[in-house]
């Protein structure tokens, strides 16, 4: 089945510690996005991709760091400067404008 | 900056009664319209979507939206809500936005429905 796959489902950080988010997806789709949601903020976004080797800064970007080079993959990782990193994660994609979620993944800080 | 707002954060509602989810957004500009659902334990779930034509459009279970570009409006309605539809539903506007096109979401709606 096509889908978005977020791994792992759970992840725990120690302070000062990067940590990195998987994101994979075989819809091939060519739009990829990052989202943090946090209770009563609903989703906000970190980074998105358009294409390959190419992204975007959202409206939280501050902490984070993306990369895509492969079409089907957007890791996300959480480094050392984001200092309120306990969320959860979820990963989209979108070949129109409607978009597909993975399942989240949770991060807490140890 | 485009934002969405939602002006309900949480309703609890009785079984058969009737739902309105509002939800406003801010951009002049043409946009697409979206409501996602998130059930309990699932991920999040296109609910219906509005990029052009008829404002009044039609989504899965029964759900439906209207799209009222005067009032930058685009609420979502049920006319007789199941135990089923408790959920988190939250309105997205998609918009360009130096040449990508940019995805806003609201903070979300939780709905409860009491049997």
């Known amino acids: 089945d096509g889908g978005i796959t977020q791994s792992p489902k759970y992840l725990f950080r120690k302070e000062g510690q990067n940590v990195t988010l998987s994101c994979e997806q075989n819809?091939?789709?060519?739009?990829m996005y990052w989202y943090r949601q946090d209770p009563g903020q609903g989703l906000r976004l970190i980074y998105y991709?358009?294409?390959?080797?190419?992204?975007q800064k959202g409206d939280i970007a501050e902490g984070y760091s993306v990369s895509r080079e492969k079409k089907e993959s957007f890791p996300l990782t959480v480094t050392s400067a984001q200092k309120n990193p306990t969320a959860f994660y979820l990963c989209?994609?979108?070949?129109?404008?409607?978009?597909?979620f993975g399942d989240g993944t949770r991060l807490s800080i140890l | 900056a485009q934002s969405v707002s939602q002006h309900n954060h949480h309703v609890i509602l009785s079984e058969a009664a009737s739902l309105e989810l509002g939800c406003n957004y801010s951009?002049?500009?043409?946009?697409?319209l979206f409501w996602y659902v998130q059930y309990p334990g699932q991920h999040l779930q296109l609910l219906l979507k509005?990029?052009?034509?008829?404002?009044l459009v039609k989504g899965i279970k029964g759900f439906e939206a209207e799209f009222i570009k005067s009032k930058f409006s685009f609420n979502l309605r049920k006319p007789s809500v199941q135990w089923s539809d408790t959920a988190e539903y939250f309105c997205?506007?998609?918009?360009?936005?130096?040449?990508?096109?940019?995805?806003?979401f609201g903070i979300g709606t939780k709905l409860q429905v009491i049997p």
């Open positions: 989209a994609s979108s070949i129109g404008l409607a978009q597909h």
């Open positions: 819809l091939n789709h060519d739009a």
């Open positions: 991709s358009q294409i390959v080797n190419d992204f």
């Open positions: 951009y002049g500009g043409t946009v697409n």
């Open positions: 509005y990029f052009s034509g008829d404002p």
């Open positions: 997205a506007v998609n918009s360009p936005s130096g040449g990508y096109q940019k995805v806003t």
